[in-house]
Every structure is written in structure tokens, then in C-alpha cells.
């Protein structure tokens, strides 16, 4: 796990819509997996417990862009699958592109700075 | 493997959210940790650190449940729309019931508190409301109304034949007027079964006609049956029909013996008939013989007349007025001037709910106040739990669930109580109703038709919304005034600051209601021991009783009868069990009365009114003897003061004093007329005075004829008794057996031991005595309970203070001593208030002091009494919550600071 010199919760709050959405782009998933997948993608650097996690899924989901549906798999008990809504889709789209131009942004500036 | 669900459930506070979203959210909740868990037991953890893996998740569970609200609320919380008042109230009371089920001791004590009293408010309420609220059951019962003769010495006198028959003759206010009397026991006999003794009115041929009453069965009395030769027929009552003939619906025609004589059944009354009183089974036609009326100072009848339509009492009262006047020029003998003779009308309602209304509303008004107790400790006990919810409160303020809406929460959780408190009371009035009919007088009227019915219901519905709302407004207005942002930073589970002075406030104005009722039911306490222990001038002990009524076939004549009775009364002079008996026209406290107007030899009456008018018996040899009332002076009646010896009297101690003073009465004469040739009658004896109509009312003066001279007309129905030598229940079968061997088919009625007549005479006192201190003993119970709870919470508060102060070195005592201040403080508040409401209601309620005897409705004793007892109840409620303080443990009460 990187210590990060910024402030971990702080970068959490602001990207954490984008990374759930993120983790739900190519398929839906339960409240666990969603959680999961960010720590794996994240390699362990981001982490949500479970009281920040669903408040946020709710959140979204009373926005609009997620939607959530009780499925029951064959031998599995039934859970909970989130999918991205169009509206969702095109939130997530947004976000990605504000993240991809801030990030670029971070990284112009560092860059300067260092060069 | 453990059970996520329930630990997801007992963490996460209640949400309030609508439908099953909260269910699912405990759902996902619950997947997310057993996840967690069995992922922690997978990577070869153990048991404990699996746990703990899982419980990390949600380090704040009351954080999380305001950030799911905060998720869950409609964006930007949108001001609440109307349309959605029915699913938000679905909603409320879902979310009232978990908090009412999480609390269950908090829950049961409330509702049970709630459940006395809206139970003792129901149960009394249904008494009322039978008795006094139903209209009487007659058609258009408000045109209904008694007319009495008034004299200056009787307010309200019988009438007599001539007097009825010039009414109807004049009267044209009056649509008709119906009279009657009540005989009292007599015996019927079906087709040769045993004799059965039955209550008979007698009553004129327009009664059910003027009461606008309808037969079951058959038909009632046809015009002129009241004349001679017609008046063998008979109605019988509901009861009377299913007791004796089985409800035979053939009963119309049949011929049944009436004392006697042979009598047709003509018809059967509807049930719930009951006039005069509930007591009598059959109606006979009065003889009321217009062409040869009894004397028009024989005043025997009883009558209600019906207001003619498009007039009202005032007409009537004003022409019946005039007709007075109009009766004393015609006949100024039997109307003397200075008689203060008049015709009074009074409401037939009032007549036959006049004298008990006010016992039973004050009895209402009590019950009332118990229940206000009771609202005001389940107040306390809201507030008190209150203060554990202060955070939860505050966190669904804070996410915008409104002010209004909050309270419509804390509003549906009071309704639910007072729902649950409403069903047990109204159970709890349906046990307890028969226990109060049980207890009350047997001259309630309607008393059968007590009942929790409809309107009884509606009733206890109406007052449990009102003592949802009473109790509920307190948390409301708590909650109102928390802050939510201080209350969401502290840390503590969240007392809500200044939340202990609406709880002291409910402390006073318990103690302050429970004072007033106390202080009542003192005052009926003290009436009744003064009523107990009022000499009524003769001694009950060991006196039996039976009334005797002679049927006039077999005894056509007044000397017949007499002779009947003297035989019985020397028969039981010779019974070894008796050591005195006597026969009288009617005993003392029976509820019997009668007077005659009086002529004294030498006395001129000093004004209108003055005429001599004294309460008038018929005794045999031997009463005074019986019923141990002293003679004073001269004799007893002997057996030779009959018809062929010199007319003797006897007079009470106040009669004598009243019109002879301090001379010797002995030897001086009376007459009941003034006209020449009346017979002078001596006065031989005087005697003690004896409280006649009842223990609370002042001696009558008496004068006491000997049996066997008088001419009134009581001979053929006289009470016997007999004072036993050892046994009194032995004496009363005596009495019956003798009676059948004088005379075989000769049954006898209300035979009962004198001591339960005096008892009886005391019923009504009883019973609201007994109804009062019950309620007085809930409200004292309740305010207890309630002072205590105060106190406790107060104490509890306090801990850390109180820990702080006696680390700095505050005793024991000092500490004990404070507590108990403070709550004898807020107790001397209530009864200082107590005393003040007692002393105002005592003024503006004057129903109140017609209850009282022997106390004025300000009694001091009582006060004190009252005041001791409710201060000591306040220092046993304060003790223990004292002690408790005392044995506070500075470093626990610090740390948990």
C-alpha cells in the first residue's frame, strides 16, 4: 500500500462516484464486488468500508445513474446487482473526461514544476 | 456461524424509510458483513479476527444510518408534498410501532397506566351515560312531568282522588294526567303453583297511555277500568312474563290470582319498561271512583301528566297555579290559609335522575382527573425515554426531515400507545362495570341498561386520540426545542439540555390533581364515619323484618286485618327465639313517609304554615320495646288501647318540644280534624326521637297511633318485627312460618334484618365513597409512581455532578439531603396548587356539598390528613431515588462523563 503524500480521504471523496461507476461499466455487480473491484484495480490503494460504500450507492442510485435489482443465481442466494442507466453512462463519461483533463492538468503542472 | 441480520438490526437505528427500501437496506447490510466475514474465515483467520474484519466495517453505525437518510432523502429535501400524507402516515406509525417494540418495558408500563385510566373513565362513563344521558325511555320524555300538592311544611306532597279529578277537569296545559301508587309485595298465584310475591303499581286506566307506551303483547288499560267492577285486569312486565310464564306468548286471557282474587291478563309491556321503578312487575288498575271519591285529604296518588303540544312547563306550571287557587276558594277547609298550599310541576327527568346526578358526575370528573394523572406520567415516562432518542431526533432533523415531520413521528408513537391503552381500558372497563353495578344503590334507575356500547366506544375512542395527543405534545415540544447541531457533536447518547423542567412540571400538577381527589374522597370518608356514627334513635341489632299484605277479599275489613296482626304479634311474643315483637304501618329508614295536618288542643297556629304537621305511624304493643326506643315519659300502647277503649297517643321528644315547650304533654289532646264531633285522642307517652327518613337528614317530629284504633287505611299492609334472643336470620324464617300458620296462602315480602336496612339506607354514600377512594387511591398510586420516575431520572442526570461533588468531598447526608429537597420542593408545589384547586372547587362545585355531612366541603382536618399522607407518598417517592444518589461512585460517575 503507497502512503500517499496527499490526502487520502480527501481524493477518495471527490473521485469516489467516478470509481463506482467505473467498476460498473462493463458489467453490473453487488454492493461486495463493487467494493472489491475498486480495491483490486486500485492494487489496495483505495479501500471503501462499508459505511462510506452503500451511502454511495444510494446516493447514486437515488440520482439516477445506477439502478439496483434483486437477482437470484442459480445456487447462489439472491443479492443485490447495480447497472449503469444511461444517465449513468453519460455521468460516468462526463466525470471520466473533467478527471482526465484535471489529472492532465496535475500533471502539466508537476511536469513544469519539475522539469 | 453468527447471525449478521440480527446484529445489523439491533445497530443500525431506525431509518423511517418508506416500504421495504429499509428491509432491503438491512439486507445488503447484512450480505456486505457475512461477506466480509466468511472472506476474513477464507484468508485463514480465526473466528475473533473474522469479527472483528466484518464489525470494522461499520465502525458508527448511527453515522451510517444518517448518511443513508442523508442518500436516501429526496434530493435537496423537497418540501413535503400533501399527496403523500396517507403513505408517510402508513409510514409513521410502522416506524412508532419498532420504536414501541424496541422499548417493551417503557411500552407495557405506558400502556397499562393509560389502560387505568381510560378503563376507569370508560366504565364510569358508561354509567353516565346509561343513567343519565339516554332519554327516558318513554315518546317525547321531555313533555313528561310530576305534579305534586305543595304545602308550607311539604314541598312536595302526594295527591289525593278529588285533587286528581279537578286537575284533569281543568287543566288544559296538560294532556293527561295519569296517577298511581306502588303496593309494594303482593301475592300471585298461577294455576295453583306456589304463591310468588310480586311488586304491583296501582295506577290510573291513562297511565301507559300518558306515557305513550306500547304493549309486547295484548293491550294495556281501556278508559274506565279504573271504575268499580271493572278493574279486574292486569298488565305484567317483561320480567315478570319470562321469570313466571316462561314467556308464553298465549299469556293474553289468562286468569292468575292477585291476593286473592281472580285477575285477567290483558297484556305484557315492552322490555325496559320500568315506571315507576324497576322493582315492579304489575300493573293493576287503581280504583279511582269518580262518583264516590276518597276524602280530598287522603293524599296517597302519585301522578305525571304529559305537557299538551305547543305548550311548555312554564303554561303549565302558571294554570296549575291558577287551579290551586281556584281549589282553595272552593274547598277552605281542606286548604286552610297559612297551609301554604299550591300545585308544584317538575320535569320528570329531573325527578328520577335529579338526586343522583350530581354523585355521578362528580364521580365522572373524578375518573377524569385519574386519567389526566395518567397522562401526565406517561408524559414523563416519553420525556424521560426522550432523552435516549435526543441524537436520533437530531440526526433526522439535520437531514431535513422537517419539524413537522418529526413531531407527526413522536405523534403516531403517542396515538399507538394510547391505541393499546384504549383497548385495555375498554376491556378493563368490561371487567370492571359488573363490580360497579355491583356496588351501586339499588335506587340507580337504568342501572341494567349499563352497558359499553356504541356511543360508549365513540366515547373511549375520542378520549384515547385525546390522551394520545395530551401526552404526546410534551416529546413533541421537547424535541422542538433541542438543538441538533449540539446534540449531533456530543458524543453522548444525547439528553436534550432544560428537558427536566416540563417533567417537574408534570410532577406538580400530578401531585396537585391527586391532592384534589384525595381531598374528596377525605371529605365523603369523614361524611360517612360522621353518617355511621349519627344515633338513629332506635337500635337495628338483632331486629328482623318482613312486610305482611292482606289480601282485602279475605280481609274485607280494617278490624279483620287488625286482628290478623295481633295475633301474629302475640304469636311471636310466645316464640322462645324472640324476646319482643311488634307490627308497625312503616319502619324507620324504609323510605316511607307520611304526615297529617294536626289539631292541638289550646294551640293557635303563630302563622301561615305553623299548622301542627308532624310524621305520622301506626305501631302496635311492643314497638318501642322492640326497636329500643326509649319512652320518656307516661306509657307504651298497652293491648287493651284498641277499638273500645279511649283514642290514645305517643309522641316523639322534638314533637312535644315543639309545641308544648317545656309543659308536661301528658294528658294534653289532639284531632286530625277541626270539625265538631272529631274524636279527641290523648297523649299518654312520649318517646326518643328516631331518624325516620334517613340517617342524614334531622329527626322528624312523630306522632305513633295504636294500630288497633287508627282509621287511615294501612291495616291490611304492616311490617312485623321481631327482636331475636339470639339469632336473627333464625327470626326471619320465624316470622314467615308463623305467618303461614295464621294463614296458609299468605306469603310475605322484604324480609330482611333491620341492620341491613340501615345499611341499605347508607347505599348510595357507599357508593360513591367507595367509587371515590378508589379513584383517589389510582391518582395517589399514580402521581407516586410518577414522582419516583421524575426523580429517578433527575438522579440520573445528575450523576456526574453529583460524582464530582463528593470526590470534592460533598457527605452523604449533604447529598441526600439536596435530592430529597428538590423533590419535596416540587411535591409542596403540586399540594400547595392542590390546596388551591380543592378550595376553588369546593366553592364553584355545589353539588359537592350535598354530598357532605357533618363537614364543610373546606374541612380542615381532612386537609391536614390529606396533606400528610400525600407528603409522605412524595418522601418515599424521593427516598429511594436519594439513596441512590448517595451511592454514587465519583471515579465510574467521572469516567462515564
Redo the contacts between chains.
Keep these: 500500500m503507497v502512503e500517499a503524500a496527499l490526502d487520502q480521504q480527501q481524493l477518495k471523496k471527490g473521485s469516489a462516484e467516478l470509481l463506482i461507476l467505473a467498476t460498473l461499466e462493463d458489467r453490473p455487480r453487488?454492493?461486495?464486488d463493487i467494493?472489491r473491484q475498486i480495491a483490486l484495480r486500485s492494487k489496495g490503494t483505495v479501500r471503501f468500508?462499508?459505511?462510506?460504500?452503500?451511502?454511495?450507492l444510494?446516493?447514486l442510485a437515488?440520482?439516477g445513474w445506477i439502478h439496483g435489482r434483486?437477482l437470484e443465481k442459480e445456487g447462489q442466494?439472491r443479492?443485490?446487482y447495480y447497472r449503469l442507466t444511461p444517465a449513468g453512462q453519460k455521468a460516468l463519461e462526463a466525470q471520466r473526461r473533467s478527471w482526465q483533463e484535471f489529472a492532465a492538468a496535475i500533471a502539466r503542472v508537476t511536469q513544469v514544476r519539475h522539469a | 456461524m453468527r447471525d449478521w441480520r440480527a446484529h445489523v438490526k439491533s445497530k443500525l437505528p431506525p431509518l423511517g424509510l418508506r416500504g421495504s427500501r429499509e428491509a432491503d437496506i438491512v439486507d445488503e447490510l447484512t450480505q456486505e458483513l457475512e461477506q466480509c466475514y466468511a472472506t476474513a474465515l477464507a484468508r485463514g483467520a480465526s473466528e475473533e479476527e473474522a469479527v472483528r474484519a466484518a464489525m470494522e466495517e461499520v465502525p458508527d453505525w448511527t453515522a451510517l444510518a444518517g448518511e443513508i437518510a442523508a442518500a436516501e432523502a429526496p434530493v435537496a429535501a423537497a418540501p413535503e408534498r400533501p399527496a403523500r400524507l396517507l403513505p408517510d402516515l402508513r409510514q409513521d406509525l410502522r416506524y412508532g410501532l419498532r420504536a414501541l417494540r424496541k422499548a417493551p418495558a417503557f411500552t407495557l408500563l405506558s400502556a397499562l397506566t393509560l389502560a387505568l385510566g381510560i378503563g376507569a373513565t370508560t366504565a364510569m362513563f358508561s354509567v353516565v351515560n346509561a343513567v343519565l344521558l339516554k332519554p327516558l325511555p318513554f315518546a317525547r320524555p321531555e313533555a313528561l312531568v310530576r305534579v305534586w300538592t305543595s304545602w308550607a311544611n311539604y314541598p312536595l306532597g302526594s295527591v289525593s282522588d278529588p285533587e286528581l279529578h279537578d286537575w284533569r277537569d281543568r287543566a288544559s296545559t296538560l294532556a293527561g294526567i295519569a296517577a298511581y301508587t306502588q303496593k309494594g309485595g303482593s301475592s300471585l298465584t298461577t294455576g295453583g303453583g306456589e304463591p310468588e310475591t310480586v311488586s304491583v303499581a296501582a295506577t290510573s286506566a291513562n297511565f301507559f297511555e300518558v306515557l305513550e307506551v306500547r304493549p309486547a303483547l295484548g293491550r294495556t288499560f281501556l278508559p274506565g277500568e279504573d271504575q268499580p267492577g271493572k278493574t279486574g285486569v292486569v298488565v305484567i312486565g317483561q320480567g315478570l312474563w319470562r321469570r313466571m310464564f316462561g314467556a308464553d306468548p298465549g299469556i293474553v286471557g289468562r286468569t292468575v290470582s292477585l291476593q286473592g282474587e281472580p285477575v285477567t291478563v290483558v297484556g305484557v309491556l315492552p322490555a325496559g319498561f320500568a315506571y315507576p321503578s324497576a322493582e315492579v312487575d304489575l300493573w293493576q288498575p287503581a280504583p279511582l271512583d269518580r262518583h264516590q271519591p276518597r276524602p280530598r285529604g287522603s293524599h296517597y296518588l302519585r301522578v305525571v301528566a304529559r305537557i299538551a303540544p305547543q305548550r311548555d312547563l312554564r303554561e303549565a306550571a302558571g294554570e296549575m297555579e291558577v287551579v290551586a287557587r281556584q281549589l282553595q276558594a272552593e274547598n277552605p277547609e281542606a286548604y286552610p290559609t297559612g297551609s301554604g298550599f299550591t300545585v308544584r310541576l317538575r320535569p320528570l327527568r329531573e325527578e328520577m335522575l335529579g338526586r343522583i346526578e350530581p354523585a355521578l358526575l362528580l364521580l365522572l370528573g373524578a375518573v377524569g382527573l385519574v386519567l389526566s394523572i395518567a397522562c401526565a406520567n406517561v408524559a414523563s415516562l416519553m420525556l424521560a425515554r426522550g432523552t435516549g432518542r435526543g441524537r436520533e431526533i437530531a440526526i433526522r432533523t439535520a437531514l431535513g426531515a422537517g419539524r413537522a415531520r418529526i413531531a407527526r413521528q413522536l405523534l403516531a408513537e403517542s396515538l399507538l400507545l394510547a391505541t393499546a391503552g384504549g383497548i385495555a381500558g375498554v376491556l378493563a372497563a368490561q371487567l370492571a362495570l359488573p363490580v360497579i353495578l355491583a356496588l351501586a344503590p339499588p335506587g340507580l334507575p337504568r342501572l341494567s341498561e349499563v352497558r359499553i356500547d356504541g356511543v360508549v366506544l365513540v366515547v373511549a375512542g375520542l378520549l384515547t386520540a385525546l390522551t394520545g395527543v395530551a401526552f404526546g405534545l410534551f416529546p413533541v415540544w421537547q424535541s422542538a426545542r433541542a438543538d441538533a447541531n449540539q446534540l449531533l457533536k456530543s458524543g453522548r447518547s444525547g439528553a436534550i439540555g432544560g428537558a427536566r423542567r416540563p417533567q417537574k412540571m408534570l410532577v406538580v400538577a400530578e401531585t396537585a390533581l391527586a391532592m384534589v381527589l384525595l381531598f374528596g374522597a377525605g371529605l365523603l370518608l369523614r361524611s360517612f364515619a360522621k353518617l355511621l356514627h349519627e344515633e338513629p334513635g332506635f337500635e337495628a341489632k338483632q331486629v328482623a323484618t318482613a312486610v305482611v299484605s292482606l289480601p282485602a277479599a279475605r280481609y274485607p275489613k280494617h278490624e279483620d286485618a287488625a286482628r290478623f296482626f295481633e295475633r301474629l304479634r302475640r304469636s311471636l311474643e310466645e316464640s322462645p327465639g324472640t324476646t319482643s315483637a311488634a307490627v308497625c304501618s312503616n319502619l324507620p329508614l324504609s323510605g316511607w313517609v307520611n304526615d297529617n295536618l294536626l289539631t292541638i288542643e289550646g294551640y293557635v297556629p303563630r302563622g301561615p304554615g305553623d299548622r301542627p304537621d308532624p310524621e305520622y305511624r301506626e305501631v302496635s304493643p311492643g314497638y318501642f320495646r322492640t326497636l329500643h326506643i326509649p319512652v320518656l315519659k307516661g306509657r307504651e300502647f298497652a293491648e287493651q288501647d284498641d277499638a273500645q277503649h279511649p283514642p290514645v297517643a305517643i309522641i316523639s321528644q322534638s314533637l312535644a318540644l315543639k309545641y308544648w315547650g317545656t309543659e308536661d304533654p301528658l294528658g294534653r289532646r289532639i284531632r286530625f280534624s277541626e270539625e265538631p264531633g272529631t274524636k279527641w285522642i290523648t297523649i299518654v307517652g312520649v318517646v326518643g326521637d328516631v331518624k325516620q327518613t334517613a340517617l342524614s337528614d334531622p329527626v322528624l317530629p312523630t306522632l305513633y297511633l295504636p294500630h288497633l284504633q287508627s282509621g287511615f287505611g294501612f291495616g291490611s299492609m304492616m311490617t312485623v318485627l321481631a327482636r331475636a334472643a339470639v339469632d336473627a336470620h333464625a327470626s326471619l324464617a320465624d316470622i314467615s312460618r308463623r305467618v303461614r300458620e295464621l294463614d296458609r296462602g299468605q306469603a310475605v315480602s322484604e324480609a330482611r334484618l333491620m341492620e341491613d336496612l340501615v345499611s341499605e339506607s347508607l347505599s348510595a354514600q357507599r357508593f360513591n365513597l367507595r367509587l371515590l377512594a378508589l379513584f383517589a387511591a389510582l391518582a395517589v398510586a399514580l402521581a407516586g409512581v410518577g414522582t419516583f420516575g421524575v426523580m429517578r431520572y433527575i438522579v440520573e442526570q445528575r450523576t456526574a455532578e453529583i460524582g464530582v461533588r463528593m470526590a470534592l468531598g460533598a457527605g452523604h447526608g449533604q447529598v441526600l439531603g439536596e435530592v430529597l429537597r428538590e423533590g419535596l420542593a416540587l411535591a409542596a408545589a403540586g399540594l400547595a396548587l392542590g390546596i388551591l384547586g380543592s378550595v376553588v372547587l369546593a366553592r364553584t362545585i355545589s353539588a359537592l356539598s350535598s354530598l357532605l355531612h357533618g363537614v364543610t366541603a373546606t374541612d380542615p382536618l381532612t386537609l391536614a390528613a390529606v396533606l400528610l399522607l400525600l407528603l409522605g407518598v412524595a418522601v418515599v417517592a424521593c427516598w429511594v431515588p436519594a439513596r441512590k444518589a448517595t451511592r454514587v461512585d465519583p471515579t465510574v460517575a467521572l469516567r462515564g462523563e
Design positions: 453487488h454492493g461486495y467494493g468500508h462499508a459505511a462510506s460504500l452503500y451511502p454511495l444510494y446516493r437515488r440520482k434483486w442466494r443479492r443485490r
